[in-house]
């Protein structure tokens, strides 16, 4: 799990986690350290963060909004009640897939320039989480240099 910010400067790394594990527990184990460290910031997210909207203080989360359900056969005869996205949440949706296209690149750019991201890893967790963590302080040291 990284926390980067809109330069594409990873501020904060954590270990890979269990895919069986959701977002939204991973945001409860985290709950305090996320309260006090991003106070007043704003996170773009998936779906699966979708219970820091309502449970985490002081962070404002933006994530796509849902889709309404497919109309029954009844209301596609009738035409009502279809309810569809406003324009208003359509351009949001599209505001919120543009920036986190943006800030979910590092993953890709990680491991299109760091093979051993690539491929499977047959060392222990401890050995990825620090092949991890010293490719993000490349990645970092790149993009400083690219603002200098």
Known sequence: MFLRDGHGIIRRCWGGYSPKLYDGHWLEVYKEWLEKHLKGASVVADQHFEWGK????GVTFFTHIKKPAKPTKSQLKTGKDIKKLTIEQQKMNKDVRETRARIENVFGYLKTHF????????????QLDAIVHYTSAIHNTRRQHHFA
């Not at 309502?54 to 203080?57: C, D, E, H, N």
């Not at 093979?115 to 401890?126: G, H, I, P, R, Y």
């Open 115 to 126: 093979k051993v991201l690539a491929v499977l890893f047959l060392e222990d967790q401890e």
């Open 54 to 57: 309502t449970s985490l203080k």
